[in-house]
């Protein structure tokens, strides 16, 4: 890596911001490099006691990750000490445990060579896949591994729990295991060699609102201990060294980051109404349930989607009913009387839960994924569809469907939850008999036929993350393609317009849950096209809902006619750019080419 601007002593360097923020301080370089592994043979007569120090080490990796789950489930979320946990079932894994005994029996050498040869293996066979979850497990496997190395070579790990008040860290990579100890206050900013948006360091880093950058490849052999750095979470850029000059200039952007913030937090409390007088309903989409304060700190009128998928991952069988349920009950009593609209299982296809019986495909994207994964495995939907008829019972629950094609999915699922109605009344368990059914219109086919569906769908919701990737034919995980992902393409927004129109024609409400919904700078061609249902991440929520309260509802209108005019995607974004950025100065602006908030 070499940095975009070097002078002097200071670097300044592009890497992606996965936490808002900007924090300037003192870095502390956390030794993470590989254990280096040396291959030498054992005698016969010794392999068994290679195998019982292998074993110990193994032991002795599960006792370090116990205790630190011990001491850190009361002040995390539960979805991090699954993780943990998920690191434990590794170490039980027969795979890794298992073929490194064999290995060390078979070509009779040392454990740590052993369990290199399985881990890389292991490893490689992760590769070929694109799936974000997958991804997220093949690190788990690189971070459990090394930590049984270290055991095995008596190399300590550095923690995180011991470090000084106030650092950044840098590191090559954060196992979930660092990023749970960084309580609030001690670590106030981090930089990662790798990662992405959705690895588990960024949630966590999200979680604990700290600013954090990562893909900042060998960062690490370039900052030391001690070394003055600026983190600026916001725009993905981390200056190591940086001047007097700079750092007054950071020092008066955090600043006004800080007060920008201050600010958005008086209008939480206040309606998303524009100036003369269009009402929008901002909610919330949900991933974990630990998120359920944060949600309601951010002023959220509901759960717009509720993904569900959590409550499969990270563990080694299903979740029961009892355990749906608990989940939607918790999250309709306290969302109470706002609604909350929970997403059925979306699994397959980009996700995988390991134990669920999941077929291989050459394409994922466009096979057994989502509802119709759900109407395969029946046992499965319907007890997630009693869950949530019995959580109904609590609060303004309603169901969605994911990945709807056709009228014919629409019409099984309906078939299945009104069974499913007909079993909770022969049990006289109560439930909202009129509970709304709605679907996600996130293929282009279901956008073609929108005018059909609005005629047995209660509601719409429009989720533009695959919407966009199909309709434009952009894998969403290929970052080779990803200059090519463009909202404001006509395709899309013809095709978002024609949604909009085919419910209003029905007379069913239409809203929006992909991460377009909650983006500033699209906001207003949102509305424009006549979105007022939006749900997005819980931070985003006052940043889009300051911009629709200083518009109007006619202003929207107009830019989103202009938008409709324009025959490139290139050319709309620059007109919504210009727009958008003279209309908001203090929460739009472009800076290094990219969008940012101030
Ligand atoms: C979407 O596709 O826009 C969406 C919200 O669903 P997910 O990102 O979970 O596929
Ligand atoms: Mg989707």
Redesign the pocket.
């Known amino acids: 890596m070499s940095p975009y601007e070097e002078i002097g002593h200071r670097s300044i360097f592009k890497g992606i911001g996965v936490s808002p923020g900007i924090m300037i301080g003192h870095i502390h370089l956390l030794d993470r490099q590989r254990v280096s592994v040396r291959r030498h043979e054992v005698s016969e007569d010794l392999v068994e006691a290679e195998i019982s120090r292998f074993k110990r080490a193994v032991e002795t990796s599960k006792d370090q990750l116990e205790d630190i789950k011990n001491r850190l489930t009361h002040d995390v979320g539960k979805d991090l000490s699954n993780i943990l946990i998920a690191h434990m079932l590794t170490l039980e894994d027969k795979m890794l445990v298992g073929k490194t005994i064999e290995e060390i029996r078979s070509s009779r050498v040392n454990a740590e060579w052993a369990l290199k040869k399985v881990l890389e293996k292991y490893i490689q066979s992760f590769d070929a896949i694109a799936d974000e979850e997958m991804k997220k497990w093949k690190t788990d496997i690189e971070h459990v591994g090394e930590r049984v190395l270290r055991n095995l070579s008596g190399q300590q790990m550095e923690s995180l729990g011991e470090l000084p008040d106030g650092v950044i860290v840098v590191a090559h990579d954060l196992a979930p295991s660092d990023t749970l100890q960084m309580k609030k206050g001690r670590v106030v900013g981090f930089v990662t060699e790798v990662g992405g948006r959705t690895s588990h360091t960024a949630i966590m880093a999200r979680s604990l609102e700290i600013p954090a950058v990562v893909g900042l490849d060998r960062i690490t052999t370039l900052a030391e201990t001690g070394d003055s750095v600026i983190v600026d979470g916001n725009r993905g850029i981390v200056i190591l060294r940086p001047d007097e000059a700079l750092r007054i200039e950071y020092e008066e952007r955090q600043r006004r980051y800080r007060y920008y913030e201050r600010e958005l937090t008086k209008i939480r409390d206040l309606p998303a109404q524009t100036q003369d007088g269009t009402l929008i309903h901002l909610a919330a989409?949900l991933e974990l349930p630990e998120e359920l304060p944060t949600i309601l700190e951010y002023g959220a009128a509901g759960i717009g989607?509720f993904?569900t998928e959590f409550l499969f991952m990270n563990r080694p069988d299903l979740p029961s009913e009892e355990e749906h349920f608990q989940v939607y009950r918790a999250a309709a009593e306290r969302l109470s009387p706002h609604p909350v609209i929970i997403r059925t299982l979306?699994m397959g296809g980009d996700k995988v839960a390991s134990h669920l019986a999941q077929v291989e495909e050459s394409n994922p994207a466009l096979g057994l994924r989502a509802i119709r994964f759900c109407l395969r495995e029946q046992d499965l939907f319907r007890a997630q569809l009693r869950a949530i008829l019995r959580a109904s019972h609590f609060g303004d629950v309603r169901v969605m469907y994911?990945m709807i094609s056709g009228l014919r999915e629409l019409r099984e699922a309906n078939l299945i939850l009104e069974d499913v109605k007909r079993d909770l009344r022969r049990e006289g368990v109560p439930f909202r008999e009129e509970i709304p059914v709605g679907i996600?219109i996130?293929v282009p086919s279901a956008a073609l036929i929108a005018d059909i569906l609005a005629k047995e769908a209660s509601f719409f919701s429009v989720?533009?993350?695959?919407?966009i990737q199909y309709s434009l034919a952009i894998d969403r995980m290929n970052e080779h393609v990803a200059y090519l992902y463009e909202p404001l393409h006509p395709a899309v927004i013809r095709t978002l317009q024609m949604i909009v129109e085919a419910g209003r024609r029905q007379g069913i409400p239409v809203g929006m849950?992909?991460?377009m919904a909650g983006d500033p700078l699209y906001c207003l061609v949102l509305l424009g096209l006549g979105f007022q249902d939006l749900s997005m991440l819980s931070f985003s929520i006052p940043r889009v809902k300051k911009i629709l309260r200083a518009c109007t509802y006619a202003e929207a209108r107009a830019l989103a006619e202009e938008v409709l005019r324009c025959d490139t995607a290139t050319e709309a974004h620059e007109q919504v750019l210009k727009y958008m950025i003279r209309r908001f100065p203090e929460d739009i602006s472009e800076e290094g080419g990219q969008v940012c908030l101030l």
């Open positions: 989409n989607l993904r979306d994911p996600m996130e989720g533009t993350n695959d919407l849950c992909g991460e």
